[in-house]
């Protein structure tokens, strides 16, 4: 039997998650003995916190169902967590945990009555999930000279299409995968004149929210309380990206879509795993150490983001300063001349000439993030180091201290080789 007869029509074209693959693929090459300067996967770098650990085997025997949106108390957890933070008060009966935030997102996508906007550049799974539910998809293309954020201007633009649907939902990522930029609250609320002028609700995809870099974090919620669904969770800030949970917080307002998503949960996951909530749970009740544990590791993303983009920016390539998470978006365009002269005319094919010359690993911009095959832009994530090597040495030198300015180059040396291995790769096209 073929493909085109067991396989929906819409979903003859439909493949493995770019960026999953490509991190597989890596792992295989690495496990076979080859040095690779790994830049395509954005995970932690970081271990676990202890107390999260030492949680999880305090409640491992907990192997009943537990409601669907979640147990009671890590929901309590997570409202008095964004208390804390964005100063807003989000009702645990709002909050849906689930097995990942990834899974949520799905949900929400395919029960979503309406078209469905996503932003070029986009993490890799939005669009394929739209795909996935049978929805329209709708790009709205930014620009390097916005800093690659959306803006109110753009959203005008695609609303001049009569086809849309009545109720537009928008997943905007702030911080942002793969561009590493954000929206500041006067950004979001420009925005939102808009949104709410075209009936187009917003998936904040807030999962890097708590790893910003000298600027405090704006929720969506602020601005637009009524209109947006806060999606995130805590593989990212506290780590734990394999243990498979993550939330959504709806507001009042949406409460139709609350249940529907709650719906799609108990027919199919039933709950996320009962012993990691508890722990969980435990860890973000531990407020001073993870308090500690986050500005530990905040403060040597960016000092990793900032070093990438120093060197990067200083030799020619093109790319906005990180203001958060673990990306940056660089643009090769200054070597097109060179490298169309050795038959290199897309951001695959560059990359692929990155990997095979220097052992480099990025993905390119496009098609993955949207963007077009020609534009030599990729996606960076500056996590390739030994995160429990470098916290220890964050720990010794205490909050009170400031990051030395050989820290990169002393713990977090696999970094530091990998950004220099790429300047060498762009001087030595420079060159030629």
Not at 32 to 59: C, D, N, T, W, Y
Not at 81 to 102: A, E
Not at 339 to 348: E, M, P, Q, W, Y
Not at 420 to 426: E, R, T
Request: proline share 5%.
């Amino acid at each position: 039997m073929s493909k085109v007869e067991l396989v929906r029509s819409h979903l003859q074209d439909f493949g493995m998650a770019a960026n999953v693959i490509l991190n597989q693929n890596i792992k295989k090459q690495i496990k076979a003995g080859k040095s690779v300067h790994a830049f395509g996967f954005g995970q932690s770098p970081f271990p676990v916190m202890e107390e999260a650990i030492e949680a999880l085997r305090e409640h491992a025997e907990e192997n009943e169902y537990v409601p669907v949106a979640g147990i009671p108390l890590l929901r309590q957890a997570i409202s008095d967590f964004h208390f804390r933070y964005d100063k807003i008060r989000f009702s645990p009966d709002n909050i849906i945990v689930g097995p990942g935030s990834k899974e949520l997102i799905y949900a929400l996508v395919n029960v979503f009555g309406g078209d469905i906007l996503v932003i070029s550049p986009s993490w890799t799974t939005y669009k394929p999930q739209t795909q996935l539910a049978n929805q329209r998809c709708v790009v709205l293309n930014t620009t390097a000279e916005d800093e690659w954020r959306v803006t109110p201007e753009i959203v005008e633009k695609a609303m001049e299409d009569k086809t849309l649907s009545k109720y537009k939902l928008l997943i905007l990522c702030n911080p942002d995968n793969p561009t590493g930029t954000h929206y500041t609250e006067e950004h979001l609320a420009d925005l939102t004149e808009v949104f709410r002028k075209h009936n187009i609700l917003v998936l904040s995809d807030e999962i890097y929210g708590r790893l910003c870099f000298n600027h405090k974090h704006v929720c969506m919620s602020k601005v637009y309380p009524e209109g947006a669904v806060i999606s995130t969770g805590l593989s990212k800030c506290a780590s734990v990206g394999g243990w498979r949970v993550g939330y959504h917080v709806f507001p009042d307002e949406l409460k139709t879509l609350k249940d529907a998503v709650e719906c799609v949960g108990s027919n199919t996951n039933s709950c996320a795993c009962t012993p990691v909530q508890y722990a969980l749970a435990k860890m973000l009740n531990c407020e001073e150490k993870f308090d500690q544990y986050l500005n530990h590791t905040t403060r040597i993303m960016a000092k990793a983001g900032d070093y990438a983009y120093k060197e990067l920016t200083a030799a020619g390539v093109e790319a906005v300063k990180p203001y958060g998470g673990y990306y940056l978006f660089p643009d090769f365009g200054i070597l097109k001349p060179a490298l169309a002269k050795r038959g290199i005319t897309t951001g695959n094919k560059m990359c692929e000439a990155m990997f095979k010359e220097k052992s480099i690993v990025l993905m390119a911009g496009g098609p993955a993030f949207l963007r077009p095959e020609s534009e030599l832009t990729t996606r960076l994530c500056y996590v390739n180091f030994d995160g429990k090597k470098a916290l220890q040495k964050s720990r010794e030198i205490g909050l009170d201290k400031p990051l030395p300015e050989d820290f990169i180059k002393e713990q977090c040396s696999p970094l530091y080789h990998g950004i220099q291995a790429i300047v060498s790769w762009v001087l030595e096209q420079k060159e030629d």
